[in-house]
């Protein structure tokens, strides 16, 4: 069965008049998502840390994740609601959970687990990925930052560019690999850390990006965490990795998809009407836009399959890779034929008075550019995918990671 259709059913009323009532209750209209992420402040980014406390303690953060780790307990139908209530109403809410908690069910010793899982699950804590180094990210295994053990401890030392992070933030992990043995062959090198926020030697600079989404630089100057804080062990940060990105690389798939983009699309062509004329009258712009429904709703169809194997923790090689790269491909040519239909418009912003719908279309095409190079560029999840496939350079087929589900969907 579809999840969407799960979702709809009348199981999940009750549920979804619940989290209707409190996005009701507890959001303020200048709470809510501004059309350009550019123009979010930082006493929206406090009200929300305190706001997923809340979400936390009620289970909805990580809705799907066991109780004793201070989950929901719920079903996939559940984060389903979730999600598209909060979208609906303008209010945050993360497709996937944060990378590091699947990590830590898989890889994760039970102290580790009670230190940074229950935290994160419970929104006392945030977590963010520290992978790319300024002179590589689509060659992660290429990493050059250092951990040196000293005792019990760990010395760390190096930098990152485009982690996300607050400097006022008091209680965050970062998480990733660092190189623990020059000498090891690639792959064998690593060891995968968990480096908490504020913590001596950790420091900040703001990076300006096209999205305006919060990235930064990262510097790790002796940098000193105990030797709990390595997942795995100190040669194993590859295969640790590896879990993380199988669910930041598609392997989660989602049942919640954009529909904005397209629905603004098909709106524009219906009712901007110039000289008497509508686009949608113009059988050229009609077969484009047709093109750009289509394909997005082939993508959308995908990750939902990908997201049911997922929470049914059905065995995936290719689907969650193959479906990410396509995802990107649409989302690059959807925008193109946004431009196309729009012209011009489409690239003016949420604070030009002659901006169509709000400027959300020219958020879009930024969104559309930058999605070729978070997690990982383009060019690596052709990669993936193709190992996964069996028809990389090698022509050996990669084996999948384990699964990181944590209930049975439907
Ligand atoms: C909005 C945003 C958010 C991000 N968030 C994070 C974050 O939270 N944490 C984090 O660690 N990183 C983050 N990143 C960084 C992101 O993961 C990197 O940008 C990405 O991995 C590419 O690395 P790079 O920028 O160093 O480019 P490079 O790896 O230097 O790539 C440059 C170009 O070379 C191509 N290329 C590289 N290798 C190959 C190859 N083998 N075959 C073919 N072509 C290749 C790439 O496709 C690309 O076009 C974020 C990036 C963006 C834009």
């Known amino acids: 069965m579809d999840f969407r259709e799960v979702a709809s059913n009348e199981k999940m009323d009750g549920f979804r008049k619940e989290v209707r009532a409190w996005l009701e209750k507890n959001v303020p209209e200048e709470m809510k998502n501004p059309v350009d992420s550019d123009d979010r402040h930082e006493e929206r980014y ?23 780790y201070g989950g929901g307990g719920l079903s996939a139908e559940h984060v389903d609601v979730l ?23 898989v890889w994760g010793t039970e102290e580790q687990r009670q230190e940074f899982l229950v935290p994160l699950v419970k929104g006392e804590m945030i977590g963010y990925n520290k992978y790319t180094e300024p002179h590589s990210g689509s060659d992660l295994a290429s990493y050059q930052s250092t951990a040196v053990k000293d005792g019990d401890m760990w010395v760390l030392n190096g930098s990152n560019a485009f982690p996300g992070g607050h400097e006022d933030e008091t209680n965050a992990v970062y998480f990733g690999p660092m190189l623990t043995d020059k000498e090891a062959p690639r792959h064998r090198n690593l060891g995968f850390f968990m ?6 030697g950790l420091t900040f600079k703001r990076m300006n990006t096209l999205q305006g989404t919060g990235q930064c630089f990262i510097y790790l100057d002796d940098v000193r965490v105990p030797n709990e804080n390595l997942v795995g062990g100190d040669h194993q940060g590859w295969q640790v990795m590896g879990t993380a990105l199988e669910q930041e690389h598609g392997g989660n798939g989602t049942n919640y998809h954009e529909e904005k983009p397209i629905d603004n699309l098909v709106s524009y062509m219906q009712r901007n009407r110039k000289e008497g004329k509508i686009p949608g009258g113009d059988p050229v712009l009609q077969q484009i836009a047709a093109e750009a429904w289509n394909e997005f709703h082939s993508v959308s169809i995908m990750d939902t399959r990908v997201t049911w194997m997922y929470h049914n923790k059905i065995k995936m090689q290719w689907e969650g890779p193959v479906t990410f790269v396509y995802a990107r491909i649409n989302t690059l040519r959807n925008a193109a034929r946004i431009r196309e239909v729009m012209g011009m418009y489409a690239l003016l912003g949420a604070h030009d008075p002659l901006a169509p719908q709000g400027g959300a279309q020219e958020v879009h095409q930024r969104n559309s550019l930058q999605a070729q190079h978070g997690s990982g560029s383009f060019n690596i999840s052709k990669v993936v995918a193709a190992r996964r496939i069996g028809i990389s350079r090698t022509r050996e087929q990669a084996a999948p990671t384990p699964n990181t589900a944590t209930n049975f969907g439907v």
């Open 46 to 68: 406090h009200f929300w840390r305190e706001k997923n406390k809340e979400l936390g303690a009620k289970g909805w953060l990580y809705p799907t994740f066991p109780k004793q």
């Open 83 to 105: 999600i598209e209530e909060f979208h609906a109403y303008g209010a945050p809410y993360a497709k996937r959970p944060n990378y590091l908690a699947g990590v830590l069910l």
């Open 195 to 200: 480096v908490p926020y504020p913590t001596p």
